[in-house]
Each structure stands twice: as C-alpha cells, then as structure tokens.
C-alpha cells in the first residue's frame, strides 16, 4: 500500500465473543505473518480486548539499518483516514510488532551485541479481528484490503470451536542446565555489579540471563500452553515466518491515550506464589514491606518519570498508585503507574524513543548502567527487554515489556530473565529469582517454590 492513500475500513460486527485460540488456528495459522494480542485472561483493565491479525507488508529492521522510531513515525503520519465509530476505543489499525532491547544504540545506549533476530519487527495490519471478551462482541476488521478476507473470516466464524493443548517437552527440561551464564558465572557478575555500586558508578542493575533450549516444533501451541499455565495482562503471540515470539509479559511499559495521556506500569518485585492460601498471603505482604524491593521500586520510578517528564507537559508527570502489589499464576509483583501528558509537538514514537529502553530492564541511570550490563552480559537480549504491542493510525499505543517471553526459531528457544541489583542484594537470592522468572515463562509450575 501507498504512504499517503488515504484510509478505507469494513468492519463487521458478530454478536459474540469468539475464542482467539480458534481464531487463529482457523483464520491465521497459514498467513506468512500473524500475531495475537491476548486480552482474555487479564483484569487490569477496564475492558479484556484481544486482537488477532494478518497483514501484507512488515517492516524487518536492524540497528545498522538507520532511525526505525523516525521511520515508524513517518510511516504512521503518511497514511490518513478516520476510524469507523464503532472502533472507538478499540485498536483501529496500525502496526503491530516488537522494538529489540538493541535498538537502545538509538537512543543514547551502544550496540555491544549484535542480535540473531530482528531488532525491529512490525507488521501492518490491514485484516483484523478485534474480540471485546465483557461485551461479548467481535468485529471483524479489514483496511484497503477489499472484502474477500471478511467474507472468509465471517464463513469460518459460524463452525469454529474450540481444541486442547499439549504440553511441550522444553517445559520438562531442567532450566538451569541450559543456562547461559552458569550459576557460578551469574553469580560473579552479580558481585561485580556490587562493587559498581559501592563505587557509585549506579544505583541499580536489571542484570539478566539467557536460557537457550531446544526448538519446539509447535510453536503456537506452546503459545496456548504458556497462557494456559502462566496467564498474563499482556500475553502475546507474533509470528514472521520461522520466528515466533510467545509472551506472558505482566508489564506495561508504555500506553498513549487518544487524549495523549501516557502511562508506564514499571515492575519491580517479585516473590513466588505458595499453595497454602495463609503463607501467599505473607508473601504478598513481605513483598510489599521488603526494604530491598521498595527501593528498586522508587529508583525504577524516578528514571522513568525523568523520562516522561522530557517529552510531556510541564507539571502533568504523577505517580497514581506507588508500589502496589498484584498477584498472577505463579508469582506476586510489586507495580508502580506513572503517568504524563505528552506535549503538543511530541508523537507518540517521540514517547517510546524518550522511555526506551525499559527502565525496569536496565536500571539507573540508564546510559552507565547500561554500559555495564554490555560488560557482564554475554549476548544481545534481542526482543527480551524491548517492547510490544501496537501503534495506530489514531495516534495511540499500547506496548509491554517483553519478560516472561519466548523467542523460538528452528534452531533454539530463548529465554531472558534476571533481576534488579542493589546494594542490599544477596547474589544467592538474586539468581534464585532469575530461575524462578524463566521457569515462569515456560509454564513449568514454579507455585510453592521457595
């Protein structure tokens, strides 16, 4: 499609909530690229909204390829048109797809690793369906595409139904055995992040870790069994050929609003679930009284209202909920909102450009601190530590943090996890919670470990 064509919608609208599984399976599966944007398992939002698409063209880009924040932009501004009504509040169309952690080279960090994947892949969804899982509504969306695919998508929708899951063998494997840095590594580099801090180089330290596995020969179903097992706010699925990206991410890195409110959900805390429903809760009331986490916390939360406050108006950066405890499958978390309202002049990519990298996954201050997760980390994160979701025509966006995620190829499937460094750490505790995020991702039941 040409930049600059103006913008055509049909959208039809189904009286029912359809299962995204199904939908996928039936409507997508054979696409050369697809991705599904799973709100069905959440509640921490006012509306559970999935979103399932296709699109014709991708835009596959790496650091050395130039300015992929400019080209978005551009790319975004060229195309015109107004949304039908109907999809007001909804995603209406965009792009949807990922920034790699590597992409920091473009916004004051270096490219010490060169990534085996795509440092920027996103995919323009021009054939959509949007599910409202609480109104028990499904519109079926198609942009400058004609109506063929509508006609297809509205045949099939009268006979799907729904199909199991199986578990994948990766999820039986034991994780630490396939670990990138090996116990006794990780543990060395979380004493050198020590010592950066004693000498004032930073103050925190998200360092993590790889766990590289075998490939999986089913990809979307590890999806359905991920979600199964570990269910998330932000748990995705993005496929461009042979590399898929599966996520159960819990983390909000960043939203933009129609009315150009933006808003960071940074994470910083983690304890285990327990299966004895009086010592979860002293869990999640330990995770809230810890010295150590609350202070991760509030550092992670002054970085990104620093970031914020560069691209919004002045005196609109707030903090309305300061380190509240949310509870998930397998895990307790301690999650801070900070929101700004973005000035006039500044796009919505201006905003990802200001706030990228994730503070949560690098630590403060962001450019020294990154300088030395390049030193102690062996690789790129790749899509670990980057962010995704969807930037739309209307100027709005709805991006995670990409943690709890699987990268799978035909080669391998590769896990990031890790965890904040400060100066009350215990390497110990530090690599026991980098184990139990990765067992997390994979669905492995982490539930009562210790």
């Not at 199904?22 to 997508?28: G, I, N, P, W």
């Not at 990519?349 to 062996?378: H, N, Q, W």
Request: proline residues 5%; hydrophobic residues 45%.
């Amino acid at each position: 499609m040409l930049v600059g064509a103006a913008l055509s919608w049909s959208v039809r609208t189904l009286d029912r909530a359809l299962d995204g599984e199904t939908v996928y399976r039936e409507l997508l599966a054979a696409e050369p690229v697809a991705f599904w944007l799973d709100g069905s398992l959440t509640d921490r939002a006012a509306r559970r909204i999935s979103v399932l698409g296709t699109g014709s063209e991708v835009l596959v880009r790496s650091v050395a390829d130039g300015d992929v924040f400019a080209e978005l932009s551009a790319l975004l501004a060229g195309r015109s048109g107004e949304p039908p009504a109907v999809l007001d509040g909804y995603f209406s169309g965009g792009y949807v797809g990922y920034f790699g952690y590597e992409l920091k080279a473009l916004t004051g960090g270096t490219a010490a690793h060169v990534a085996a994947t795509p440092d920027a892949l996103w995919i323009w969804a021009d054939r959509f369906v949007v599910i409202d899982h609480d109104r028990d509504l499904t519109f079926l969306v198609a942009v400058n595409v004609g109506d063929e695919w509508l006609d297809r998508a509205e045949r099939a929708a009268a006979d799907w139904s729904m199909t199991g899951v199986t578990r994948p063998a990766i999820a039986d494997l034991d994780l630490e055995a396939h670990l990138e840095l090996d116990r006794p590594s990780y543990l060395a580099a979380v004493e050198r992040c020590m010592t950066a801090l004693e000498a004032g180089e930073t103050y925190e330290v998200c360092l993590t870790n790889r766990v590289r596995l075998p490939p999986v020969p089913d990809p979307f179903g590890f999806f359905c069994w991920q979600r199964a097992t570990n269910p998330a706010p932000y748990a995705a699925f993005l496929r461009y050929g042979d590399l898929a990206v599966a996520s159960s991410s819990p983390e909000r890195f960043l939203t933009v609003d129609a009315d150009g409110w933006a808003e960071c959900r940074p994470i910083k805390g983690t304890a285990p679930r327990d299966l004895d429903p009086f010592e979860d809760q002293l869990a999640a009331k330990a995770l809230a009284e810890d010295e150590k986490t609350r202070a991760e916390n509030l550092m992670i939360v002054d970085l990104i209202r620093n970031d914020l406050g560069r691209v919004s108006e002045p005196g609109s950066v707030q903090v309305p909920q300061l380190m509240q405890v949310e509870t998930y499958r397998t895990v307790h978390q301690l999650v801070t909102t900070v929101r700004g309202r973005l000035r006039s002049d500044v796009s919505v990519l201006d905003a990802v450009r200001a706030c990228f990298p994730p503070g949560s996954m690098t630590g403060a201050p962001k450019i020294r601190t990154m300088e030395l997760l390049d030193e102690l980390e062996l690789s790129a994160r790749g899509v670990y530590s980057g962010a995704l979701g969807y930037l739309t025509v209307d100027g709005r966006a709805d991006l995670s943090v990409v943690i709890r995620t699987a990268v799978l190829t035909p080669d391998e499937t590769v896990i990031g996890a890790g965890g904040a460094i400060v100066l009350d750490s215990t390497p110990a505790a530090e690599y026991d919670e980098m184990v139990l995020k990765a067992t997390a991702t994979v669905g492995a039941d982490s539930l009562g470990a210790s």
